[in-house]
């Protein structure tokens, strides 16, 4: 539905009368809007009165912090099996370490190397 256009800012007027009138009940700003030409109800009045009592301003939902390019991927983080510089995951070590048992030193630096010619 389109946003009707002119015409004053109901909520804005609203929480100018109630900043100066803090404890006025919805009836009394009905009545005084109605003075100013405005038509309002008091269920309106009451829901900009409480909305206007929460802190923090526009609320937004968490994302990407601004000015970042990339996506995240599906998990949200790495995977653990992932290293990042010269830091292997201790996860990533076992799982090494269960490989060696079952190939052998030698046979792994094979697989390694071979590994790494695929890759290039």
Not at 25 to 43: C, H, L, N, T, Y
Not at 90 to 109: A, H, N, P, Q, W
Request: hydrophobic share 35%; charged share 30%.
């Amino acid at each position: 539905m389109a946003k009707k256009s002119g015409g004053p800012n109901k909520s804005l007027e609203i929480r100018n009368f109630l900043a100066k009138n803090p404890e006025a009940k919805p009836r009394q700003v009905v009545e005084a809007m109605k003075a100013k030409g405005i038509d309002v109800s008091a269920q309106f009045v009451s829901t900009v009165k409480s909305t206007s009592k929460k802190t923090g301003g526009v609320q937004r939902r968490p994302g990407r912090p601004a000015g970042t390019t990339k996506k995240a991927s599906a998990a949200g983080r790495r995977p653990a099996a992932a290293s990042s510089g010269n830091k292997i995951s201790v996860d990533s070590l076992i799982r090494l370490k269960e490989v060696v048992e079952e190939l052998g030193i030698e046979e792994t630096r094979v697989a390694l190397n071979t590994l790494e010619k695929l890759s290039s």
